[in-house]
């Protein structure tokens, strides 16, 4: 079955700093891999995602991550951190079969970016 | 703003009560996707519409829950006899695959339930 591991419950990183979230998969097949955060009492959003190609994916609000299939590891990065980029990010893969599109989530990790 | 919203936003009722979310995706997506989320888990995924048609649904959609899009636009969920169990963050999400269904979803802002 399709499964996406995000070890981390919370991030704390400053401002200005690089930040890093992680995400492991276990997948059968090519992994379709997705980002998305979620701001307090709000909707998911959309940050990136990888199906195929390079294996640097980049985003919105300059977030990126690397698709690293020996480590089946796909982890959420940014150069400089914001205040604004405190959240809770969201791992997920798209279920096999793919004709049902249905995404499985990762548990969470809660960024926090202090000034 | 013509991305995915949801109505109402939030909910209380009290246990035995029936509820009914509504959900109108973005024009033209065919694919419509209901979640439920708990406080401190991801996203689990409940049922799925391709236009009007109901492909797929999950084992944690008991028989109390259904869920419908009769002209293959908007969607409602419905949840009967709730229980407090039932209390969580239910999201939609909308997608419109072309060939090689790689499409992203885009979710509404969600709708909270509190039952009591």
């Known amino acids: 079955a399709q499964s996406v591991a995000q070890p981390e419950d919370q991030v704390k990183v400053a401002e200005g700093n690089p930040l890093t979230v992680k995400c492991t998969y276990s997948v059968s097949g090519n992994p379709y891999l997705f980002w998305y955060v979620q701001y307090p009492n709000r909707g998911l959003q959309f940050l990136l995602k990888y199906i195929t190609g390079d ?3 980049k985003g919105s609000y300059g977030f990126e991550a690397e698709f690293n299939k020996s480590q089946t590891s796909f982890h ?16 997920a893969v798209r279920d096999w079969p793919y004709n049902t599109d249905k995404l499985i989530f990762g548990t969470g990790t809660r960024l926090q970016v202090f000034p | 703003d013509t991305g995915v919203s949801q109505n109402p936003r939030h909910k209380i009722t009290k246990r035995g009560q029936n509820v009914t979310f509504r959900c ?5 997506h065919n694919r419509l996707y209901w979640y439920r989320q708990t406080l401190g888990q991801g996203p689990e995924f409940l049922t799925y519409f391709q236009n009007e048609a109901q492909l797929e649904k999950s084992r944690l959609l008991s028989d109390r829950f259904s869920a419908e899009r009769p002209k293959g636009s908007f969607s409602t969920l419905e ?3 709730t229980e407090q169990g039932d209390s969580a963050m239910y999201l939609c999400a909308s997608t419109s695959p072309s060939s090689g269904s790689q499409e992203t979803q885009y979710f509404g802002p969600g709708t909270r339930l509190l039952v009591l």
Do not use: G, T
Request: proline residues 7%; aromatic residues 8%.
């Open chain 2, 79 to 81: 949840i009967q006899r």
């Open chain 2, 24 to 28: 109108d995706p973005i024009s033209e």
């Open chain 1, 76 to 91: 959420l990065k940014k150069p400089s951190a914001l205040v604004s980029d405190s959240a809770l990010y969201f791992c």
């Open chain 1, 55 to 57: 294996n640097l994916v």
